[in-house]
């Protein structure tokens, strides 16, 4: 018979004894249990991130979770004194407290990033899931940090430097395409050209402040002359010059970065602050294949420069530079997130490359277009065309669409969301108070933004996590199937220092993680033969889901195979009115 205690009469004493009973636990039960089911199916269908947002990171199913950790409490304190046959239940809710507990603990302070790295290179910071707006500066040739602004999922606003902007949109990916508008500072000729027909793809031709840029189209070289061109620099370009030495390049590239130009040179050099060429070539007849560019042979001239650009941390960038459309600079990344900012760009010399013919464009004083055609035996087809464009070119053996002509010549990049694809580019879309166009911040690239009187840079990318110890990659190693090109296992031998400390070896291989203060560094993904990726954690709340597990694994032994410690079920304690009822 149950003893007594005439504080069981309270109305806490009732509310606890709800709060404790299955009439709580078990619909908070059935809606948790809803819940992992339906975040299962999020997960497989969408993705961890949807099943994230939507179930385990949710408000309501953090507060499911914390009402049956407290129903799990309540319903040991109601049973208190505890007697020896109440040591299996007991343990079984002190380990469901701890894995809950537990699972709260890895939510709010789990660590979890990755690392990229190529063989010879070194980091000591991971790059994590979340997501942050930062204020950087250029010291040097090194970008600094002036403010970091985590970005929440739910914000709606972001102040930096004292500057309030509104989240407009999050795009998944994006892409860059550019526009060629008359709004220039100074007078620059430009023409849109369409190959064939006015459906045909179309380039802009730009002029050079010295007449000397030059496309070809064909068998014919293309010129674009200044709005004020004089009469000396025409009859230099509709003269024919001797042929030239094939064996010369008939450029020359340069990329182009925040204003400054750099001179493409040889593979292993450093063109640019913190960019080395990993490769360059020429093509004189120039084609695009499944690898990049190609040499057609016995093709039109179509010069062209290919470079291919390396970071040294994972990241591979492709540039193309065709001297025929100086408007036209496609660039590739190949490996990595990083990104140069950089366009290619070829100096090309108009008496370089002699095919035979050429084409000069020029805008009358009066607006009207005028073309001459200079034939490889010296002839001249000068004509003023009265008609507005599009107006064809006749080229003799095929035609040439002059689109448009402007005076002043600007190029633009404009953004666009773009289908998610694998190789996608988030970006970040912001609204500065009393300004009408749009701030867009594409993923880790420094952006300058002018915000009210003030010009700063800004660049939305990874919340980035200091290690307390450095890691560097030595040799990365992929072991097929005999007989096979299917993996059967990667290995990544690492160095790895602690503060001023030595380096020491270590080999990361699947269950074989480097472990260092709470830390974890798995083998996670590779790049090609020679760029190796890892996945860092650090989880506190680990600890007690294993310690919650076994605990929960012992009460359960004891209440099913324990007469002594468990035998039937550990009632609560009546109050006096009770007891008299079942007596």
Same mark, same amino acid.
């Given at each position: 018979?149950?003893?007594?205690?005439?504080?069981?009469?309270?109305?806490?004493?009732?509310?606890?004894?709800?709060?404790?009973?299955?009439?709580?636990?078990?619909?908070?039960?059935?809606?948790?249990?809803?819940?992992?089911?339906?975040?299962?199916?999020?997960?497989?269908?969408?993705?961890?991130?949807?099943?994230?947002?939507?179930?385990?990171?949710?408000?309501?199913?953090?507060?499911?979770?914390?009402?049956?950790?407290?129903?799990?409490?309540?319903?040991?304190?109601?049973?208190?004194?505890?007697?020896?046959?109440?040591?299996?239940?007991?343990?079984?809710?002190?380990?469901?407290?701890?894995?809950?507990?537990?699972?709260?603990?890895?939510?709010?302070?789990?660590?979890?990033?990755?690392?990229?790295?190529?063989?010879?290179?070194?980091?000591?910071?991971?790059?994590?899931?979340?997501?942050?707006?930062?204020?950087?500066?250029?010291?040097?040739?090194?970008?600094?940090?002036?403010?970091?602004?985590?970005?929440?999922?739910?914000?709606?606003?972001?102040?930096?430097?004292?500057?309030?902007?509104?989240?407009?949109?999050?795009?998944?990916?994006?892409?860059?395409?550019?526009?060629?508008?008359?709004?220039?500072?100074?007078?620059?000729?430009?023409?849109?050209?369409?190959?064939?027909?006015?459906?045909?793809?179309?380039? +802009?031709?730009? =002029? *050079? @402040?010295?007449?000397?840029?030059? /496309?070809?189209? &064909?068998?014919?070289? %293309?010129?674009?002359? $200044?709005?004020?061109?004089?009469?000396?620099?025409?009859?230099?370009?509709?003269?024919?010059?001797?042929?030239?030495?094939?064996?010369?390049?008939?450029?020359?590239?340069?990329?182009?970065?925040?204003?400054?130009?750099?001179?493409?040179?040889?593979?292993?050099?450093?063109?640019?602050?913190? +960019?080395?060429? =990993? *490769? @360059?070539?020429?093509?004189?007849? /120039?084609?695009? &294949?499944?690898?990049? %560019?190609?040499?057609? $042979?016995?093709?039109?001239?179509?010069?062209?420069?290919?470079?291919?650009?390396?970071?040294?941390?994972?990241?591979?960038?492709?540039?193309?530079?065709?001297?025929?459309?100086?408007?036209?600079?496609?660039?590739?990344?190949?490996?990595?997130?990083?990104?140069?900012?950089?366009?290619?760009?070829?100096?090309?010399?108009?008496?370089?490359?002699?095919?035979?013919?050429?084409?000069?464009?020029?805008?009358?004083?009066?607006?009207?277009?005028?073309?001459?055609?200079?034939?490889?035996?010296?002839?001249?087809?000068?004509?003023?065309?009265?008609?507005?464009?599009?107006?064809?070119?006749?080229?003799?053996?095929?035609?040439?669409?002059?689109?448009?002509?402007?005076?002043?010549?600007?190029?633009?990049?404009?953004?666009?969301?773009?289908?998610?694809?694998?190789?996608?580019?988030?970006?970040?879309?912001?609204?500065?108070?009393?300004?009408?166009?749009?701030?867009?911040?594409?993923?880790?690239?420094?952006?300058?933004?002018?915000?009210?009187?003030?010009?700063?840079?800004?660049?939305?990318?990874?919340?980035?996590?200091?290690?307390?110890?450095?890691?560097?990659?030595?040799?990365?190693?992929?072991?097929?199937?005999?007989?096979?090109?299917?993996?059967?296992?990667?290995?990544?031998?690492?160095?790895?220092?602690?503060?001023?400390?030595?380096?020491?070896?270590?080999?990361?291989?699947?269950?074989?993680?480097?472990?260092?203060?709470?830390?974890?560094?798995?083998?996670?993904?590779?790049?090609?033969?020679?760029?190796?990726?890892?996945?860092?954690?650090?989880?506190?709340?680990?600890?007690?889901?294993?310690?919650?597990?076994?605990?929960?694994?012992?009460?359960?032994?004891?209440?099913?195979?324990?007469?002594?410690?468990?035998?039937?079920?550990?009632?609560?304690?009546?109050?006096?009115?009770?007891?008299?009822?079942?007596?």
């Amino acid at each position: 018979m149950s003893e007594t205690r005439d504080w069981r009469r309270t109305w806490w004493w009732r509310a606890a004894k709800f709060i404790g009973s299955i009439k709580l636990a078990v619909p908070v039960l059935v809606l948790a249990t809803a819940g992992m089911i339906v975040g299962t199916y999020l997960e497989s269908k969408y993705g961890p991130a949807v099943a994230g947002r939507l179930v385990y990171d949710s408000t309501w199913f953090a507060a499911a979770m914390a009402i049956m950790c407290v129903s799990l409490i309540f319903a040991m304190f109601v049973r208190i004194p505890w007697r020896r046959t109440h040591l299996g239940f007991v343990t079984v809710h002190i380990g469901l407290v701890v894995l809950i507990v537990g699972g709260f603990t890895s939510r709010y302070l789990r660590q979890d990033g990755s690392i990229t790295l190529r063989e010879g290179t070194e980091a000591h910071q991971i790059e994590m899931d979340a997501r942050q707006v930062q204020r950087i500066a250029l010291d040097g040739h090194q970008w600094t940090t002036l403010e970091s602004l985590p970005l929440a999922d739910s914000a709606k606003r972001i102040t930096l430097a004292g500057q309030t902007l509104r989240v407009v949109d999050r795009w998944p990916n994006a892409e860059q395409h550019a526009i060629m508008l008359d709004d220039g500072p100074t007078p620059r000729h430009a023409v849109q050209v369409a190959l064939g027909s006015t459906h045909g793809q179309m380039y +802009w031709l730009m =002029e *050079s @402040a010295t007449g000397e840029q030059a /496309a070809e189209y &064909g068998d014919i070289t %293309l010129h674009v002359l $200044p709005v004020d061109a004089d009469e000396k620099l025409i009859a230099e370009l509709t003269t024919i010059a001797p042929d030239v030495n094939d064996d010369k390049p008939a450029a020359e590239a340069f990329f182009e970065r925040d204003g400054q130009q750099y001179p493409v040179t040889q593979p292993g050099d450093e063109v640019m602050p913190g +960019w080395r060429i =990993e *490769s @360059a070539a020429f093509f004189r007849s /120039a084609h695009v &294949g499944a690898n990049g %560019l190609e040499e057609t $042979p016995g093709g039109n001239p179509n010069p062209a420069y290919q470079v291919v650009l390396t970071d040294g941390q994972g990241t591979v960038e492709r540039h193309y530079a065709f001297a025929n459309f100086p408007g036209h600079m496609p660039s590739r990344t190949l490996q990595g997130d990083a990104h140069s900012d950089a366009i290619l760009r070829i100096a090309a010399s108009a008496h370089r490359l002699q095919t035979g013919r050429r084409l000069v464009i020029m805008r009358t004083a009066d607006g009207k277009l005028r073309t001459i055609l200079v034939g490889a035996d010296g002839s001249v087809d000068d004509r003023v065309y009265d008609a507005p464009l599009p107006q064809p070119i006749d080229l003799g053996d095929g035609q040439l669409i002059a689109v448009q002509q402007i005076t002043h010549a600007q190029q633009h990049e404009q953004w666009h969301a773009a289908p998610a694809e694998d190789s996608s580019l988030p970006l970040l879309v912001l609204q500065a108070t009393g300004q009408a166009e749009p701030i867009y911040l594409p993923w880790r690239r420094p952006i300058p933004v002018t915000v009210g009187d003030q010009t700063i840079t800004l660049e939305y990318g990874p919340v980035m996590i200091d290690l307390p110890f450095a890691i560097r990659l030595d040799d990365f190693r992929r072991i097929d199937y005999p007989g096979s090109s299917v993996p059967m296992a990667f290995e990544s031998d690492i160095s790895v220092r602690q503060g001023d400390g030595p380096w020491t070896p270590f080999s990361i291989y699947m269950n074989h993680p480097y472990e260092y203060e709470g830390w974890k560094v798995y083998q996670a993904t590779h790049i090609g033969d020679d760029v190796s990726g890892f996945s860092v954690m650090k989880d506190p709340g680990l600890p007690m889901t294993y310690t919650g597990s076994i605990a929960v694994c012992v009460g359960l032994t004891v209440m099913f195979y324990s007469r002594t410690f468990s035998r039937g079920h550990p009632g609560v304690l009546l109050a006096p009115k009770e007891q008299g009822a079942q007596t």
